[in-house]
């Protein structure tokens, strides 16, 4: 099937995602005049740009660097794909772009896995948090629309440097999960839940305590996001902040429990009406509890198991493909596709990926991005 006919199929909602996600990649450097051009037009740009990511290219480089030159959509897909084949060559191409295009080109370095990368992303963010990332910005930053602009650019950059396994920047994202102002601009919120993201991805004493303190937030979405990273933290320590929100019956309580039955991989007692029961509860975790020990990650009631995870990918698409991600850094995975469908090569990549990659990642440790940690590494000093 020719690439523009599988770019409709791609973004009808009645056709098979999954199938000609799988074509268009198969296509290969053929494709790439017609997903350029769909780009363009402005429809399915995440999902389009994922499809240039994955198409498997002898020289990326030589390939996408042209796309650089065009405008807007396309401009920006090609920053993203080339951070995403992670060929090291492009790393002048991403530098050259990265004071202009500085979120979506920060992003790309971080993906693209060079060390190299490190002194031009420390260089963008100077001025807001100086030489190495000691200067804390004050609450008042949060007052005005560009200011709080000012800080998510701090916080992407942070999140980079966490996936090139540097962490000068992570007292920055751990200040700003939690910061606050009485005075502070509507869009402060983003910056909290955008700090929440990159702590996400980050190992450094005070994480815990930190995504803890969030889990708080007047804000769901960041109070969501900060349960999202418990989860991927997935101590004990971390189900007590379920029980204390599912207790309060607040508006995430549902999330919280959710949370803990990925965790624990049993069903919370509930009420007819789905929400927890709550004597219930705490019986049941008087039980259930015992089965899980300090120092230890755990995911679906083991110790986790990136080898599980990968196997049940494409039955949990919108949660596992972020998962997966954060805890490993696998190229195969294209995070941009959220919740579509998970396509027979997707799958296939990731199996593949992970049968080279799987003695890097010890049952039961904390992951981040290809790298094992102690549990303990995100605990207050």
């Not at 429990?257 to 929400?275: F, I, M, N, Y």
């Not at 995870?309 to 972020?322: G, I, Q, S, W, Y």
Request: net charge negative.
């Amino acid at each position: 099937m020719n690439p523009e006919l599988l770019i409709t199929q791609l973004l009808s909602p009645m056709e098979d995602f999954a199938v000609a996600f799988d074509g268009l990649v198969a296509a290969g450097v053929a494709a790439i005049p017609a997903l350029t051009a769909a780009i363009e037009r402005g429809r399915g740009i995440p999902q389009l740009t994922a499809v240039l990511s994955s198409i498997d290219l002898d020289d990326p480089v030589d390939t996408l660097a042209p796309l650089l030159d065009e405008p807007d959509e396309v401009h920006d897909a090609g920053i993203r794909a080339l951070g995403a084949h992670r060929d090291r060559r492009a790393l002048p191409l991403l530098v050259n772009v990265l004071p202009v295009d500085r979120f979506v080109a920060a992003d790309a370095l971080g993906e693209l896995g060079s060390t190299d990368a490190v002194a031009p992303l420390l260089a963008l963010v100077r001025k807001y948090v100086g030489d190495d990332g000691s200067q804390l910005p004050g609450s008042d930053w949060l007052r005005s629309a560009a200011r709080c602009l000012d800080l998510r650019l701090v916080l992407t950059v942070a999140t980079a440097l966490a996936k090139l396994g540097q962490s000068m920047l992570a007292d920055v994202s751990i200040h700003l999960a939690t910061l606050r102002d009485p005075r502070e601009h509507p869009e402060a919120s983003l910056v909290r839940a955008a700090a929440v993201r990159s702590l996400h991805y980050t190992v450094a004493p005070g994480v815990a305590q930190a995504l803890r303190s969030a889990a708080m937030d007047p804000d769901e979405d960041t109070a969501r996001a900060a349960l999202l990273g418990t989860l991927y933290l997935g101590r004990p320590d971390e189900a007590e902040t379920w029980l204390a929100i599912m207790s309060s019956g607040g508006a995430i309580a549902a999330h919280a429990a959710w949370c803990l039955e990925c965790w624990s991989g049993e069903t919370v007692p509930r009420k007819d009406d789905g929400t927890s029961a709550w004597p219930k509860v705490k019986r049941w975790w008087a039980v259930t509890s015992r089965r899980f020990s300090a120092r230890v990650c755990y995911r679906s009631g083991a110790p986790v198991e990136i080898a599980r995870l990968v196997d049940e990918l494409a039955h949990d698409p919108l949660t596992l493909r972020a998962e997966l991600s954060v805890r490993t850094g696998a190229r195969p995975l294209q995070p941009l596709l959220a919740g579509n469908p998970v396509s027979v090569g997707e799958h296939a990549a990731m199996r593949s990926w992970w049968n080279v990659n799987a003695p890097k990642f010890p049952l039961g440790k904390l992951h981040r991005w290809g790298r094992t940690f102690e549990p303990s590494a995100v605990d207050s000093r």
